[in-house]
């Protein structure tokens, strides 16, 4: 047998083999997806209550030996509003899908689907908004595994509403990587600019260099995520007003743990680098909020019958107790601020149980912990240096309030920062204020004393 009949041969062979591979893949693609339509469809159901939902529906779906064809709506229903978003979904079979070659990716995969939002339905509107654009289209991998890896592309859109507020944005990019199953997930989003403005009353703000990232692994029933964000400039300006507010660095970053619909515990901080008001430097700001032991479900159950409570306040103490039967806590930690004089910062921690008195307002706190600390030159500075009377009668004010208040023995205070340290065990009913332990009804007649009581009721 010649070497050309045997290398022809050989080619027949190969390409009927790649048929078969691709005729078999094609149909394992749509068993695939079909699974993950099933999966993701349960994952929205968590993500809303009561009437409202959100589901992905397969309108149809064409299978070929080297490629396959979709339509899917996503069928959405939030505060009574509903609305349908159909997407074309184009998928090259594996293992080496002809469509990832060609765009420069040469590793084996399940299929490589191609995604666009349709102008029909709901997403007509979208169109418009995105000067005839497609405003979605993606670019997955689907791997053998039943993991996907996405690039999903938001097209710039100009909206206007009937009151006059703009709302503009640039090309956004959405990476988004799914694993089997949905155990695991992890996105990263980037957007150069987010402008809204008003022209008639003359405001705009403007959102620059915008980054989101966040992932969660989901294991036998426990979620946990991680999520952060940054927003590299933010600035505003007012012309009536004669207001330009610049915010440098505006930042956040958490982490929470879920089993079922109980939060373990979630915690969230932010931060600012820099506060600017008509050039004037105001400082840097950080904020930390914790969350534990939190029954979701019957949060959001109080939200669905919140316009019930008002007639029915019996309803509201329901809800409550069944809240406080997590023993939930909030915490603070920490809430500070910055400038060129100093630091002031603010830590507290409430543990709640499951207790409700009308004559005992504590009868739900556990315990509660509060640790403040309040600094002279940073409150001054506020002010700035060159407007030396007003600075100068702040702090004369501050130096005689603190004065008064630790001579009460409600703060302490040693000429530059006044603090207050104060902590209440409801298992004793004490109050431990700055070191000197009282009851909590001596505690509350030096709050009155003091006219705080007054502000706090």
Do not use: C
């Not at 409600?410 to 109050?431: E, F, I, P, Q, R």
Request: glycine residues 10%; without cysteine; charged residues 25%.
């Amino acid at each position: 047998m010649s070497k050309t009949k045997i290398v022809v041969g050989a080619v027949v062979v190969l390409g009927a083999a790649y048929v078969g591979a691709s005729w078999y893949v094609g149909s394992k693609t749509e068993q695939v997806i079909t699974e993950q339509l099933e999966k993701g469809n349960a994952k929205l159901a968590q993500q809303v209550t009561g009437s409202d939902y959100m589901r992905m529906e397969k309108i149809s779906y064409e299978r070929g030996v080297f490629s396959s064809s979709a339509v899917y709506a996503l069928k959405v229903s939030l505060n009574g509003k509903e609305g349908e978003f159909r997407f074309a979904d184009k998928y090259s079979h594996g293992p080496f899908p002809m469509a990832a070659l060609s765009s420069g990716i040469f590793s084996p995969m399940l299929s490589y689907s191609q995604t666009i939002l349709m102008n029909e339905a709901d997403g007509t509107e979208w169109y418009k908004v995105a000067n005839g654009e497609v405003p979605v289209k993606a670019d997955s991998q689907v791997k053998f595994s039943g993991a996907v890896k996405s690039h999903l592309v938001f097209a710039p859109i100009k909206v206007e509403s009937k009151r006059g507020v703009l709302l503009e944005t640039s090309l956004a990019n959405v990476y988004l990587n799914i694993g089997k199953n949905y155990v695991s997930t992890d996105s990263v989003a980037d957007l150069a600019w987010v402008g809204i403005s008003e022209a008639g009353k003359g405001e705009r703000m403007l959102l620059s260099d915008i980054t989101l990232e966040a992932a969660s692994t989901d294991k036998e029933d426990v979620v946990s995520s991680t999520y952060k964000g940054t927003v590299k400039r933010t600035e505003y300006s007012a012309a009536a007003e004669d207001v330009v507010v610049v915010l440098d660095n505006l930042s956040f970053d958490g982490e929470g743990v879920q089993t079922g619909t109980m939060l373990n515990e979630a915690t969230v901080n932010y931060g600012l680098s820099k506060l600017q008001i008509n050039g004037g430097d105001y400082g840097s700001f950080d904020f930390g909020f914790g969350l534990k032991n939190i029954d979701i479900k019957t949060l959001q159950e109080l939200g669905e019958v919140s316009d019930e409570l008002d007639d029915n306040p019996e309803v509201a103490e329901t809800y409550l107790l069944r809240l406080l039967e997590s023993k939930p806590e909030i915490s603070i930690k920490p809430a500070s601020w910055k400038n060129t004089g100093g630091e002031s910062v603010v830590n507290a921690l409430v543990a709640l149980q499951p207790a409700l008195d009308e004559e005992d307002p504590l009868a739900a706190v556990n315990n509660l912990t509060i640790d403040a600390s309040l600094s002279r030159s940073m409150v001054s500075a506020i002010f700035g240096t060159e407007e030396g009377f007003m600075r100068s009668m702040i702090d004369m004010a501050f130096d005689e309030g603190s004065k008064e208040y630790a001579g009460m023995g409600l703060v302490s205070y040693d000429g530059k920062t006044t603090k207050m340290d104060l902590k209440y065990n409801s298992a004793d009913g004490t109050v431990v204020l700055n070191g000197k332990t009282m009851s909590f009804e001596e505690f509350f007649m030096l709050l009155m004393e003091s006219g705080l009581g007054n502000l706090l009721m």
